[in-house]
């Protein structure tokens, strides 16, 4: 059964920086695109970044785009997300996703196309 745990949140201040990582198993973790989504109270879910199953081609919500960085590991089955200058609106809960087999990244992001979730991580943005 796949599984994606992720770690790494926290509360940081306005300008600074958080890296989120993402372990997965249970999944032929090479194959698939990942992504990250987030959920701030009171709000949908809403995509954040995805990034192809081999690592070349990344997609980015606008509001994040040059601040945020999304990256995988194949040899560790891990995909990490990058946030710099954070912004009292970036504050969440962070979730990893996997999208199901033979889907892109594009879908994953834009048509929310998730095979697996993880539990979601704390993102705390303060002034």
């Known amino acids: 059964q796949a599984q994606l745990v992720e770690f790494g949140g926290g509360e940081v201040e306005t300008g600074g920086s958080l890296t989120l990582s993402c372990a997965a198993s249970g999944l032929t973790f090479s194959s698939v695109a990942m992504g990250w989504f987030r959920q701030a109270p009171g709000k949908d879910r809403e995509y954040v970044a995805t990034?192809?199953?081999?690592?070349?081609?990344?997609y980015y919500k606008a509001p994040v785009k040059g601040r945020f960085t999304i990256s995988r590991d194949n040899a560790k089955n891990t995909v990490y997300l990058q946030l710099n200058a954070l912004k009292a609106e970036d504050t969440a809960i962070y979730y990893c996703?996997?999208?199901?087999?033979?889907?892109?990244?594009?879908?994953?992001?834009?048509?929310?196309?998730?095979?697996?979730w993880g539990q979601g991580t704390q993102v705390t943005v303060s002034s």
């Open positions: 996703a996997a999208a199901p087999r033979g889907r892109t990244a594009q879908a994953l992001g834009v048509q929310h196309l998730v095979d697996t």
């Open positions: 990034i192809s199953k081999d690592g070349l081609h990344t």
